[in-house]
């Protein structure tokens, strides 16, 4: 089973900021590799897949980048939208197709 | 454009089952590869299994093989996650999710709380 490594855990980070998120996975998934975004009582959004192409309506200050075990998400100038939970998925070897743990983007 | 419809609330007692229910509109079921996503209070994403239409088979995740049951009703477009000998671990939202690369859609989640 891959295992999906996020860091960090939480980072605090003021509003206009640039954010960068980190994902690490325990073997290489090529670019198989999804963001999602979650907010309280909502479900995921799908933000990026294949690593680095973004979803339908996503913001272009969304970007991902990164391939085979090193991801990562940059949220370029962090609006207050932006506050949330953020997870990787790959689903390049499954199953199953593992989650990280997820980052919480909190206000500083 | 993919709707995702879930069935509501659920309390259902340790060692019982329950069935969730995701309505599709805006697509026909056969066109999509169906997946099932948890998240137990206050805690991350964990998959739970899915379609797989390389082989035409559903794969469950090894942590619920024997325990899962996910069915497709194509006359209604409606898929269908059943869980059976629930405990109290297993108090979480269930969501249905599909989507080619990556999930795209996602139901509304339907909450599952196990308690006797």
């Known amino acids: 089973e891959i295992v999906m490594t996020q860091s960090p855990a939480t980072l605090s980070v003021s509003p206009g900021e640039r954010a960068t998120l980190s994902c690490r996975a325990s073997?290489?998934?090529?670019?198989?590799l999804a963001w999602y975004q979650q907010k309280p009582g909502q479900a995921p959004r799908l933000l990026i897949y294949?690593?680095?192409t973004r979803a339908t309506g996503i913001p272009a200050r969304f970007s991902g980048s990164g391939s085979g075990t090193e991801f990562t998400l940059t949220i370029s100038s962090l609006q207050s939208e932006d506050f949330a939970v953020y997870y990787c998925?790959?689903?390049?070897?499954?199953?199953?197709?593992?989650f990280g743990q997820g980052t919480k983007v909190e206000i500083k | 454009q993919v709707q995702l419809v879930q069935s509501g609330a659920e309390v259902k007692k340790p060692g019982a089952s329950v069935k969730v229910s995701c309505k599709v509109s805006?697509?026909?079921?056969?066109?999509?590869?169906m997946h099932w996503v948890r998240q137990a209070p206050g805690k991350g994403l964990e998959w739970m299994g899915g379609?797989?239409?390389?082989?035409?088979?559903?794969i469950y995740a090894q942590k619920f093989q024997g325990r899962v049951t996910m069915t497709e009703d194509t006359s209604t477009d409606t898929a269908y996650m059943e869980l059976s000998s629930l405990r109290s671990e297993d108090t979480a939202v269930y969501y249905c999710?599909?989507?080619?690369?990556?999930?795209?859609?996602w139901g509304q989640g339907t909450l599952v709380t196990v308690s006797s």
């Open positions: 999710a599909t989507g080619v690369w990556g999930y795209d859609a």
């Open positions: 805006g697509y026909t079921l056969t066109e999509l590869s």
């Open positions: 379609f797989d239409p390389e082989d035409g088979e559903t």
């Open positions: 073997q290489s998934v090529s670019s198989n």
């Open positions: 294949g690593a680095s």
């Open positions: 998925q790959q689903y390049n070897n499954w199953p199953p197709r593992t």
